[in-house]
Each structure stands twice: as C-alpha cells, then as structure tokens.
C-alpha cells in the first residue's frame, strides 16, 4: 500500500522564479492538504483540497495555489518566490475532509530559494 | 488566536530513561490532539486523542489528554536511540455541527536526543 508520495525531493530556485511541486495522496484518500515547515519550526497549513476544490487556506499569501486532479493527486505552485519561502513542504491526505480521519504525511519536498 | 505550545522544545537523555514531553493548547471548538514523529521528513502519526483522561499506549509510548486543563503528555519508557527524533503535538479544531475543520495546528516540536 504505497503511502503518500511527493515529488521532487529537493529543488533549488532563484528569487523570483515559480515552482510547482507534486502529491499523489494514501490509497483510498481523497483529501488533500499542503502544509509549510520551515527550520526548526512545526508545520504550518496553506491549504486543503477536496473534490478538485480549495476547501478551506490558511494564512499564506495568493503567491500559493493549488490544484487537485480528478485521480486526487495535487499540486502547489509558488510564484515569485522570495527568499522565505525556503521551506519543507509536507503534503498531507486523508479520507473525508471532515471526517476527522488520521491525517497521513509524505516525505516533504524541500525547497531551497537562493 | 489557535495556538499550541510544547515543551521543552529540547530534550538530552541517556538510553533506558524515561521521558515526559508536554503540549498545551488554545483551540476553539476543540475536537482531538495528535502525535507524531518526525525524524528526518515525514511526520508519522503515533496518537490521537479525543477523550480526557483515557491512556492511549502503543510499546513504550504513551499518552494521555486533559481537556479541562488542556494539555496532554507523551510519555516514552526505556528510551532507545531509535527514539531520537523531533515530536510534535497537533490540534485539530471541528465545525459547528461537529465534523472536523480539516487542517492541524502543529506545536514547534519537542526535539528528543537519547545518548547511548
């Protein structure tokens, strides 16, 4: 049962740039979140996707966006990035958006922005 | 403002102590608390607690919650350098009707160092 699977591992981007990083969530989830953890701190919630929706976003500027595909796997896409987007970035899924399932995490995509 | 506290947020010890990490919390509209592991990346999930004063253990690891005080703990017995990791607490908050807002409020973590 592959769990959640995120892609790339690491990247390096230059200020400015966009990047798009990439989730295929747990088997049988539908639910779809993105979290943010920079150094040294716990995660921090951008955004929630269910049925191809944003369902809900936490504090996080419209430089971050989303997508989720009709297979439940999703994107994040950074624009303009600035040098404090340097971060791991933790997608996450579950079943039901409000089922209060346990939440399953990836391995991260860490994003260096130089 | 939902906010979640842990402490210490770091933590030596030697192989075969015991260990107490701590979380409070102010969430409105609580629904659960939840552990998890971090060792290099992803977090892995260890508990989650609903229910005042109900142990939940799996092995050495334990945990318990207080929602009138608001807090839990985590307790790990015989400690093993397996054990070294960073452990984070989290809140989940519901809705009004009950059913789960969906996202998680993470502490900053509590960073575990078990010496041999």
């Known amino acids: 049962d592959a769990g959640v699977t995120q892609s790339p591992t690491h990247l390096i981007k230059t200020r400015g740039q966009q990047v798009t990083l990439r989730c295929s969530p747990k088997?049988?989830?539908?639910?779809v979140s993105w979290y943010q953890q920079a150094l040294g701190q716990g995660p921090q919630f951008i955004f929630q996707?269910?049925?191809?929706?944003?369902?809900q976003r936490g504090n996080f500027p419209d430089r971050f966006s989303g997508h989720q595909f009709p297979n439940y796997s999703s994107e994040l896409n950074v624009n303009a990035l600035l040098l404090g987007d340097s971060a791991l970035y933790l997608c996450?899924?579950?079943?039901?958006?409000?089922?209060?399932?346990?939440?399953?995490f990836g391995e991260g995509s860490w994003l260096t922005v130089v | 403002e939902d906010k979640v506290v842990q402490s210490p947020l770091s933590l030596v010890v030697h192989e075969g102590d015991t260990v107490t990490l701590n979380c409070s919390y102010e969430?409105?509209?609580?629904?659960?608390l939840l552990w998890y592991k971090q060792e290099k990346k992803a977090p892995t999930f260890l508990f989650m607690l609903?229910?005042?004063?109900i142990e939940k253990k799996s092995g050495r690891l334990s945990s318990i919650l207080d929602k009138k005080e608001l807090f839990s703990i985590l307790n790990i017995t015989a400690t093993q350098t397996g054990d070294s990791a960073v452990y984070l607490c989290?809140?989940?908050?519901?809705?009004?009707?009950?059913?789960?807002?969906?996202?998680?409020?993470f502490g900053k973590g509590t960073k575990l160092s078990v010496k041999p």
């Open positions: 996450a899924s579950t079943f039901g958006p409000y089922s209060g399932n346990t939440i399953y």
């Open positions: 088997s049988g989830h539908d639910t």
């Open positions: 996707y269910y049925e191809e929706e944003e369902r």
């Open positions: 969430v409105t509209n609580f629904r659960s």
């Open positions: 609903t229910s005042s004063g």
């Open positions: 989290a809140v989940e908050a519901s809705m009004n009707y009950g059913g789960s807002q969906g996202n998680l409020i």
